[in-house]
């Protein structure tokens, strides 16, 4: 069973550009969750996906970002314009229903804005 | 709000030997679960280890023991019989255990190296 997948694996632009951050969960998964760690600080929650529908989007930093999961399956993370401080590395996770304690994360995308 | 915290940026011992991670939590909450998740270096993030707070038995995952003290609030990582691929960032990792809640919180992270 293929695990969670994303895409790009490093992606580097510059202030003021625009970059879409993609996550494709185990299949079946019907939540999906986005995180960040920005260098040296914690790993952070950023928005949570049950299905197509936003569950809690209490972590997103601010309007810069958009995130959806079209059709409930693949999600993605766009930010627009990227500023120096949305560099670090984008995680995406995903449980079955009924199982969030259980989450499986992807490699995550390293984002590298200069 | 949650809060977790790993006091051990970085630890290093020898192959072989035990080495305890520290983890230490702030929550209200009385139903919750305890995690310690695990990144090798460039690969995924992957659950080592998982703690419900209604149980009082330590989690045990063969080499892979938690010490849960609730009263304390705190949650460390004992490896025993540490092995090379043990290297890896560990992280701790709180979540309520409210459905309508499926955050993780995470501590900082401890950077741990194990010396052939």
């Known amino acids: 069973e293929a695990g969670v997948t994303q895409f790009p694996s490093h992606s580097v632009i510059e202030k003021g550009q625009t970059v879409t951050l993609r996550c494709d969960p185990i299949?079946?998964?019907?939540?999906l969750y986005w995180y960040r760690r920005v260098m040296g600080k914690e790993i952070k929650f950023l928005l949570h996906?049950?299905?197509?529908?936003?569950?809690?989007e209490s972590g997103m930093p601010n309007n810069r970002f958009l995130a959806e999961r079209t059709g409930g399956t693949y999600s993605t993370l766009k930010v627009q314009p990227a500023e120096l401080e949305d560099s670090g590395v984008y995680f995406c996770a995903s449980s079955p229903i009924g199982e969030a304690d259980t989450q499986y994360f992807g490699p995550g995308t390293r984002l590298t804005v200069l | 709000a949650q809060t977790v915290t790993q006091s051990q940026p970085e630890m290093s011992v020898q192959e072989a030997e035990t080495v305890t991670l520290s983890c230490t939590y702030d929550?209200?909450?009385?139903?919750?679960?305890l995690f310690w998740y695990k990144q090798p270096p460039s690969r995924q993030m992957i659950l080592v280890i998982r703690?419900?707070?209604?149980?009082?038995q330590n989690a045990t995952e063969n080499r892979f023991s938690v010490n849960f003290q609730k009263a304390a609030k705190s949650f460390s990582l004992k490896i025993s019989d540490s092995q090379l691929g043990d290297t890896a960032m560990y992280f701790c990792?709180?979540?309520?255990?409210?459905?309508?809640?499926?955050?993780?919180?995470f501590g900082q992270g401890t950077r741990l190296t194990i010396n052939p």
């Open positions: 990792a709180f979540m309520n255990g409210d459905q309508g809640a499926q955050k993780l919180v």
């Open positions: 299949s079946g998964h019907d939540n």
């Open positions: 929550t209200s909450e009385n139903n919750y679960y």
């Open positions: 996906f049950v299905k197509e529908s936003k569950q809690d």
């Open positions: 703690q419900e707070a209604y149980k009082q």
